[in-house]
């Protein structure tokens, strides 16, 4: 089971930006890496992911705004968050699974981490 660390969130004015990440406990290089978010009273959903072959995709919500991005040494993923809307607020969630070759926006994450508040004032 690989444990999952997510850091970086907080809050911030409409406008800003914040760097995401997650870290992960074993080598995750062959799998593919998530970013859910769910904001009160919402389900959760898919923000952005990537899979192994680096192929990444995006909810239509933050295209051009988000970017993900994986350093496969450090076992770690991020996500730029920039352009913030007070609708961004949510806790995010990291999630990985080892279906790596996978759409990664189609697979059911099986490792979840514990989340981080990003809060966006207007």
């Known amino acids: 089971q690989v444990q999952l660390v997510e850091s970086g969130g907080g809050l911030v004015q409409a406008g800003g930006s914040l760097r995401l990440s997650c870290a992960a406990s074993?080598?995750?290089?062959?799998?593919?890496m998530g970013w859910f978010r769910q904001a009160p009273g919402k389900e959760r959903e898919i923000v952005s992911c990537?899979?192994?072959?680096?192929?990444?995709y995006y909810v239509d919500s933050v295209k051009g705004r988000f970017a993900i991005s994986r350093d496969n040494a450090e076992n770690t993923v991020y996500l730029q968050v920039n352009s913030l809307k007070p609708e961004d607020t949510a806790v995010y969630y990291c999630a990985t699974d080892e279906r790596g070759g996978s759409a990664c926006e189609w697979i059911p994450y099986e490792n979840w981490g514990q989340g981080t508040q990003v809060t966006v004032s207007s």
């Open positions: 074993g080598r995750t290089f062959s799998y593919a």
């Open positions: 990537i899979n192994s072959a680096d192929a990444t």
